[in-house]
């Protein structure tokens, strides 16, 4: 059964809400000069991108050589020139594996951010596992739960759907589960338009008051970005994923990313979500006090 059959009547002129990963834990400035490593440079470039039309900003820390970190002192620098510059930005930390080992991992879950990604399940990254093991994904969703954190639910597996359905079922999410397809990593799933159909009607089926969103690494970025829209749900860009515009071309900021998302967008009839619409359509409530 094709996601059209699925489709509801109204959903393509909802709002689409833009997620912006703006920096991530591989690339760097050898790269692409725009990747903001320090916390100044994040905030600058994600403060373009909100003025841009992105509502979240899937953040991850840097070290000051450049390596990737969980240190709960510069998520806090990044939190608050975040709060500062971009007022209701949807602000999301990133608890990924290559930014530390085990519970280190949600070590700046104590701050409170409105999200936090959550992959449920392990798989293959392009030269080693991206490990998930089950008490540590017990852990983190029991933190994010306990200080009242919305995860977001990667998916870079069939599996990781049935196991949100599983958590959801067991009442281990604070709200109505978000997820994402996370398509185009080297050695997991690949980009295809039927496996990202059978995702999402999946995921309508045993998450039927989920939201969704799609990420495409690399190239594959902008295509997952028109299938998403396309089919009425959200959308992931920034150079975390991607550095290019196109194969000659490098991107100039997160902003550009963005706003070629945003034209994708009107082309379906669609607008960008603002901070309010997104936060309405994710159920979020608004931003605790700073």
Not at 129 to 150: A, C, F, G, H, T
């Amino acid at each position: 059964m094709s996601v059209e059959q699925h489709q509801h009547p109204s959903s393509k002129q909802e709002p689409c809400i833009i997620c912006v990963a703006i920096t991530g834990s591989l690339s760097g400035k050898h790269h692409n000069p725009a990747v903001p490593i320090s916390i100044s440079e994040q905030i600058e470039s994600t403060h373009e991108a909100f003025e841009a039309g992105a509502s979240i900003a899937h953040c991850h820390v840097r070290n000051n050589d450049g390596t990737p970190t969980s240190d709960p002192d510069k998520f806090a620098v990044l939190q608050q020139g975040l709060i500062k510059h971009c007022p209701g930005l949807i602000l999301q930390f990133s608890t990924g594996g290559r930014s530390g080992a085990g519970r280190e991992r949600g070590g700046m879950l104590p701050l409170q951010p409105d999200m936090a990604s959550l992959t449920v399940g392990s798989n293959n990254f392009p030269t080693r596992i991206y490990e998930n093991s089950p008490d540590l994904v017990d852990w983190l969703s029991q933190e994010m739960q306990r200080l009242d954190i919305r995860p977001e639910i990667e998916i870079f597996d069939l599996s990781h759907i049935f196991k949100a359905a599983e958590m959801q079922a067991a009442g281990r999410f604070n709200g109505p589960p978000h997820v994402q397809f996370v398509m185009g990593v080297k050695n997991a799933m690949p980009l295809d338009r039927a496996v990202f159909e059978f995702y999402l009607e999946t995921t309508r089926r045993l998450l039927p008051d989920a939201t969704w969103c799609g990420a495409g690494i690399g190239r594959d970025q902008i295509v997952m970005n028109e299938w998403c829209v396309a089919e009425g749900g959200h959308a992931r860009t920034g150079l975390e994923d991607n550095v290019r515009m196109d194969r000659t071309t490098l991107a100039p900021s997160n902003a550009a990313l963005v706003r070629r998302l945003v034209d994708i967008c009107h082309a379906h009839d669609r607008e960008a979500a603002t901070p309010a619409q997104a936060r309405a359509l994710l159920r979020l409530p608004e931003r605790k006090a700073a």
